[in-house]
């Protein structure tokens, strides 16, 4: 079951802006990982948080990461129209190396 | 390095008829790959998990005997899909987890099924 939700849904902003989308999850992780797809194509990687962790950063790429309230932010600064895709978060918990992927944010940077 | 293909990358197949779908890994060794099957404008939903010499894993309301799911040696799996129907249709993408790295997940590019 799907345990991740991540908000917006879809996110439509201007280019040079910067995006920031949501996640939440229910059960203890150990760690979370960023995801993007371009339509109807693969997944990439984009960064891994653990739960020890608080805040990483992977060139225009912030993640956050707050386990007591069980979600994680993304944000992309100066925004692309290249990051045009969907974003999706996927959590491990803390049980196995499965993912449990949230239902993603589709972003829509306008030239 | 870290490079997961998938074979074919769409394929269209009458109803009752059966489709095999290759995950490989190229330049590493997988004992565990993982199936996703995703519909449009939705997220990944895990099908089963694959684990190199024994059986594969389910998740619940997945039919085992129509997802039939191979995992032969340590860089191959296979999903084959029997006796498909049009609602079989969608993307199914394989990820591999790289063995002794349990963090490390690689995506194939997915491969597109279409039944008609």
């Known amino acids: 079951s799907q345990q991740g939700e991540e908000d917006p849904q879809a996110l439509s902003i201007q280019e040079g802006e910067n995006a920031t989308m949501n996640c939440s999850y229910k059960?203890?992780?150990?760690?979370l990982q960023w995801y993007r797809q371009n339509s109807g194509r693969g997944l990439v990687h984009l960064i891994l948080?653990?739960?020890?962790?608080r805040e990483k950063h992977s060139g225009r790429l912030r993640v956050t990461l707050d386990t007591s309230k069980k979600s994680s932010s993304l944000l992309i600064t100066a925004s692309r129209a290249a990051d045009t895709a969907s974003y999706f978060c996927?959590?491990?918990?803390?049980?196995?190396?499965?993912?449990?992927f949230g239902e993603g944010t589709q972003l829509t940077v306008n030239p | 390095g870290a490079v997961v293909s998938q074979h074919p990358s769409w394929v269209i197949c009458k109803s009752g008829t059966s489709v095999k779908i290759e995950c490989r890994s190229l330049?590493?060794?997988?004992?565990?790959m993982f199936w996703y099957r995703q519909f449009p404008k939705q997220s990944l939903m895990l099908m089963a998990t694959?684990?190199?010499?024994?059986?594969?894993?389910?998740e619940q309301g997945v039919e085992k005997d129509k997802f039939l799911i191979n995992h032969a040696s340590l860089t191959l799996s296979t999903l084959t899909v029997t006796s498909a129907h049009p609602e079989d249709s969608s993307f199914y993408i394989c990820?591999?987890?790289?063995?002794?790295?349990?963090?490390?997940?690689?995506f194939g590019p997915g491969t597109r099924l279409t039944v008609t």
């Open positions: 694959s684990n190199e010499g024994s059986k594969a894993t389910y």
């Open positions: 990820s591999a987890e790289r063995t002794g790295y349990s963090y490390e997940q690689y």
């Open positions: 948080i653990r739960s020890n962790e």
């Open positions: 059960t203890s992780i150990n760690n």
């Open positions: 330049d590493f060794q997988a004992t565990t």
């Open positions: 996927a959590t491990e918990q803390t049980s196995g190396s499965r993912l449990t």
